[in-house]
């Protein structure tokens, strides 16, 4: 099943990720969404139940399970370059939720995925096919966005082969990240819905929400 398109794979190949739309069913996300709050024994409406600046958790859940729908799946499927047997939906999902803050927003740190020392994830081959953040809600301007450096997994994978004995492990390309010029971070705002596919060397960050709702998202790793 091709779900994307040529464009949509073409800019995932330059840009290191693709913002998708279309990939979830309205009333799917909605009982998603419901689902999270529930999850977490918060209320929407009641600010005093909503909890501190970010919740990072698993939750295994059949309304979380079913945004990762079969177009999810094949879309991830396809930015992979593998076979769609092999993206089964998942029974649940990590989440991170980034609750309102007081403060001046911020990104939080760029980095790479899989690279903790202790995990010692190699570089190559991919220690992830692609990473996926779909987002229960709407999000807005400094409320909790995903920034990416567009481009930077060429420059990082560039990086990674220069020196393959130095940055044989991710945690060893992370902590230079700094040393090459990412370029200027963007701010991904979306809606309800979206999905956001990043590539496993793609420099990215959560970011501090200073809005006034939550940002809640799904964040799988294939
Ligand atoms: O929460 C986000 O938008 C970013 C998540 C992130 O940085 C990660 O999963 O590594």
Redesign the pocket.
Known sequence: MRILTDEQIHFYEQNGYVLTSGLIEDSVIQSGEKAMWRLMGADPTDKSSWTAATLAKGFSDPDISACFTAKVRAAAAQLAQEAISNFPQPEGSFV?N?FPQAGEWKPQGM?I?HAIRSDDYSVFPRPLRVAS?TYLNDVNIHSGG?MVCPGSHKKIEALAKSDPARYEKMWQLNEELNSIGLGEPLELLGNQGDVLFYHYLTA???SMNVGNYPRL?L?HKW
Request: charged fraction near 10%; glycine fraction near 10%.
């Open positions: 991170i980034v980095h995925d953040i995903t990215h960050s959560g998202a964040v």
